[in-house]
């Protein structure tokens, strides 16, 4: 049921498909405005269920979900890969102002390359691959280096195989054979960028300031603002996010990554359709942060200023990290004080911590974003991860 422009004030709840990180930051900046959440998940003692009401059942669970829309006034998702037949019910019997759409084109990144190359925006080269002769002649097209993906799923570098020689092509494609496939060329990058985009239920579109992010084992480690870049280069990227958040028609907040090249030209790489991990520096230095963004956006409130109040260094916490830099931040901390930066503690909520994954992240307000960088660079917590 399609009801755009709709006003949901403060008082009215929210529900949220996905009990992750995500979602428990949502709830917990949506809780400061007065609003109520149920989240939908399968773990019992999800991060996002530990601050909101839980029903505790599969994603593909059609009596959950119904359950969950007859409590909540609007639902919203914080992650892609919502089960299509939830997202299609959902979006028929109850108030879902991002739809499905947007998740039918980003959980596919052939369509999602299309999709942005049809709002005027250009993508890294790309190929589709069907067989092992269409895959041969993909990397002929595109040249060595370059990266093999499936079309769906895989995320902080799963489902995706880098192809440095012609050795390793076919093994490349015998790893990723049976799903969807595309082959993407190689970008001559000076550094990755990411702007978060929100647009509302009433049209209204903002951007935030472009970080720059630095990534370790494919998975994202440092994102960096004000970004590296020109400011030429940084208004740019907000006017090509906004571009594509109004092609696609979006609603609440869309992630979009790009490359830089040394001479100033940006491709884009991937959308993602929520609060991303590249945004989490919002929550403690821009006058609004993603999760509160968001949450205006799909509820049709006004949206926030997005203005940037102070340099600011995220650095993810990953389950090999967390100890250390718990108890790094909640004591005295000489190295900060020198730098004049201050840690910012966000820890996640989850029941293990296992390596490689992500824990928490803090943010890093300083007056100057090298002083920042210092600071991760002494502290040693991510001794075996250089910058």
């Known amino acids: 049921m399609k009801e755009a422009g709709k006003v949901l004030k403060p008082g009215s709840t929210v529900g949220i ?9 949502i709830t917990l900046s949506g809780a400061a405005m007065g609003y109520r959440f149920i989240t939908l998940d399968p773990a019992p003692d999800s991060p996002c269920g530990q601050v909101a009401n839980q029903i505790t059942a599969a994603y593909d669970d059609m009596g959950a979900a119904r359950r969950l829309a007859e409590q909540c006034d609007v639902i919203t998702y914080e992650f892609e890969n919502v089960d299509a037949g939830v997202a299609e019910m959902l979006e028929r019997e109850s108030y879902v102002p991002q739809g499905s759409k947007l998740l039918y084109t980003t959980q596919h990144r052939i369509r999602e390359k299309k999709a942005i190359e049809a709002a005027g925006v250009p993508v890294a080269p790309y190929r589709e691959v069907t067989s092992q002769e269409s895959m041969e002649a993909a990397v002929k097209e595109l040249g060595l ?9 895989g995320y902080d570098g799963k489902g995706q195989r880098v192809i440095r ?16 496939l595309v082959l993407e060329g190689f970008v001559n990058f000076r550094c ?5 985009a929100a647009r509302s239920t009433q049209g209204e579109i903002r951007t935030f300031p472009p970080a720059e992010n630095i990534h370790v084992n494919n998975i994202l480690h440092t994102s960096i603002v004000p970004a590296r870049i020109p400011a030429g280069v940084a208004e740019q990227a907000q006017h090509l996010a906004a571009a594509i958040a109004e092609s696609l028609d979006a609603v609440g907040l869309l ?12 491709y884009v790489n991937e959308l993602a359709p929520r609060p991303h991990n590249s945004g989490h520096y919002t929550m403690d230095a821009c006058v609004t942060s993603q999760f509160e963004q968001h949450l205006r ?24 990290h967390l ?8 004591q005295p901390d000489p190295d900060a004080e020198h730098l004049n930066v201050i ?6 909520g989850k029941s293990e911590a296992k390596t490689g994954r992500k824990m928490g992240h803090i943010n890093l307000l300083c007056d100057d974003v090298e002083n920042g960088l210092k600071w991760i660079e002494q502290t040693k917590i991510w001794r075996n991860h250089q910058l």
Do not use: W
């Open 343 to 348: 840690p910012k503690l966000h820890i996640y």
């Open 255 to 266: 992630a979009v990554e790009m490359f830089v090249t040394e001479n100033g030209e940006l």
């Open 192 to 196: 990755e960028i990411s702007v978060i």
């Open 165 to 180: 020689s012609q050795a390793e092509v076919n093994a490349a494609y015998a790893d990723l054979a049976g799903a969807e």
């Open 323 to 330: 100890e250390q830099a718990v108890a790094r931040t909640v």
């Open 145 to 153: 280096p370059c990266v093999l993906k499936t079309a769906t799923g």
């Open 297 to 320: 956006a799909v509820c049709g409130l006004p949206l926030g200023d997005t203005r940037l109040l102070t340099p600011v260094v995220m650095v993810n916490l990953l389950g090999e």
């Open 17 to 25: 498909l996905g009990g992750g990180q995500l979602g428990r930051m």
